[in-house]
């Protein structure tokens, strides 16, 4: 049956143009060769590598479907996930730091930015001369940010913001923070989200880093502070108000974990089906067991199915008629099918699967973050209950 690295047992590479197969297999090569000998150790001491930005950047994997104009490579929308599904295949770690840059720092400024922010921002983003975070989350909201308490209030010449961020990946590490606050519309007399471009260096910032996490460890996941910071009037992003702001960003990052997760499932099947063809128990491999066959025809099938499901999300995408609840459908569905394929590929490499000789314990503790961040399994199954019914359910 072949090299199943990549896992391709429907032809997939027939619904794709030369240059989504080419940016692919160029990721492919890159991670294998110069990120994969690096990441062990990373997670075992549980710091990012960030050695590899300028490489991430130089693969123009930031921000990948912006336009040219901003520095950005303008790519599909189906190369830009196909990326993500390789940067995942290395870890959750990787694609997470890319996911953050391009969909929730680089998209809401070209998004709802003024051109002047766009010009100002972008390249530099792109190039990784300014690392982004973006602060949703709150210690007390999490699957509800439209409670947040963060606050902007206008005063002369910007905005003095207050509130606390939990969670927020890159926060330590970054020069910007995409910052969402309640400001009051004086017109409307009530308040309003908003999204705020802070620089991390303003006085009354802080971001300290969470750490003892036995998940995502390859990367950097803080607590953003903000004591009576000072935002100029040209950090306001404009153009957008409301929840709707934040959750259009999430929609972009939703779509490339989609695609991200299916990376860390094909580490997982293709570690496991290695090892049980070498693996000798009763004087045979494993992989001619049965219930050991059982689990592998399982995970192929799950793979093929969520691959097929990108693709499609990709064109549709593309087509720019994409709807929120098919990423959410997107991202649940092949969130809990990649950590069942990492599970049940743990479970075969034995003992030896609890290692950090192999990538797949690690795959595993990583897709129990990303199962959960970008909107809960839960919340995306809500998300589709709503789509089908026209009944939220949320409270
Ligand atoms: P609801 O009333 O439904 O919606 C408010 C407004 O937003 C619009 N909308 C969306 N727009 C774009 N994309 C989406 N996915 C959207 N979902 C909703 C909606 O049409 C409405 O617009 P308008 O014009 O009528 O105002 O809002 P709700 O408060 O009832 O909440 C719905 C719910 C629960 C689905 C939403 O709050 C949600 O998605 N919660 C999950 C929160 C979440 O995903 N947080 C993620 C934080 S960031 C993160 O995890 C980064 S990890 C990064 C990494 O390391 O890779
Ligand atoms: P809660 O909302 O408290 O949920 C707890 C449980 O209750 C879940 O099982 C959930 O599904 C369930 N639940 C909640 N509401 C309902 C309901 N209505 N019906 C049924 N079940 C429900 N956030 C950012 O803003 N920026 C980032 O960069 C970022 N990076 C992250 C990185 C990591 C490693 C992690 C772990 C999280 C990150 N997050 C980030 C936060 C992430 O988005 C939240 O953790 C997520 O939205 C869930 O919120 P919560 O953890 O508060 O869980």
């Not at 959750?92 to 996911?99: E, V």
């Not at 009051?184 to 989200?193: F, L, Q, S, V, Y």
């Amino acid at each position: 049956m072949g090299n199943f690295t990549g896992v391709d047992f429907y032809e997939i590479d027939s619904l794709l143009t030369e240059d989504e197969i080419t940016i692919r297999d160029t990721v492919r090569g890159w991670v294998e060769e110069k990120f994969l000998p690096v990441i062990e150790d990373a997670y075992d001491n549980a710091y990012f590598p960030k050695e590899i930005i300028p490489q991430v950047a130089e693969l123009g994997l930031l921000g990948a479907t912006l336009p040219e104009k901003y520095g950005c490579a303008g790519v599909s929308a189906t190369a830009y996930g196909l990326a993500m599904q390789e940067l995942e295949r290395g870890d959750s770690g990787l694609r997470s730091f890319a996911s953050v840059q391009g969909s929730l720092v680089m998209y809401p400024i070209y998004a709802y930015g003024t051109e002047e922010q766009r010009m100002k921002y972008l390249p530099k983003l792109a190039k990784a001369e300014l690392i982004g975070c973006f602060g949703l989350t709150e210690p007390d909201f999490g699957s509800d940010p439209g409670g947040m308490i963060t606050r902007a209030v206008k005063v002369d010449g910007g905005y003095m913001i207050n509130g606390a961020k939990m969670w927020i990946t890159n926060g330590t590490v970054a020069d910007i923070a995409i910052v969402w606050a309640k400001l009051k519309n004086e017109e409307k007399g009530r308040d309003e989200i908003k999204g705020f471009i802070v620089d991390t260096r303003s006085k009354g910032f802080s971001a300290p880093e969470q750490k003892r996490k036995h998940s995502l460890r390859a990367s950097v996941t803080s607590e953003l502070v903000l004591q009576d910071v000072f935002v100029p009037d040209d950090g306001l992003l404009p153009n957008v108000s409301g929840l709707k702001g934040p959750l259009g960003c999430l929609t972009q990052a939703r779509f490339g974990i989609a695609f991200g997760v299916v990376g860390a499932a094909m580490a997982c099947f293709h570690t496991a089906t290695e090892y049980a063809k070498g693996r000798i128990m009763f004087g045979k491999p494993i992989g001619q067991f049965q219930l050991v066959q059982q689990k592998l025809a399982i995970m192929l099938t799950e793979i093929t199915k969520a691959q097929l499901v990108c693709i499609q999300l990709g064109r549709i995408k593309e087509r720019g008629t994409l709807k929120p609840e098919q990423v959410s459908l997107a991202k649940r569905n092949n969130c809990e099918i990649a950590l069942q394929t990492a599970r049940e590929a743990r479970d075969i490499l034995g003992a030896n699967g609890i290692t950090s000789e192999y990538p797949v314990m690690r795959h595993m503790c990583n897709l129990e973050s990303v199962i959960t961040y970008e909107g809960t399994h839960n919340i995306h199954t809500l998300v589709l209950g709503e789509a089908v019914t026209g009944l939220p359910a949320y409270r």
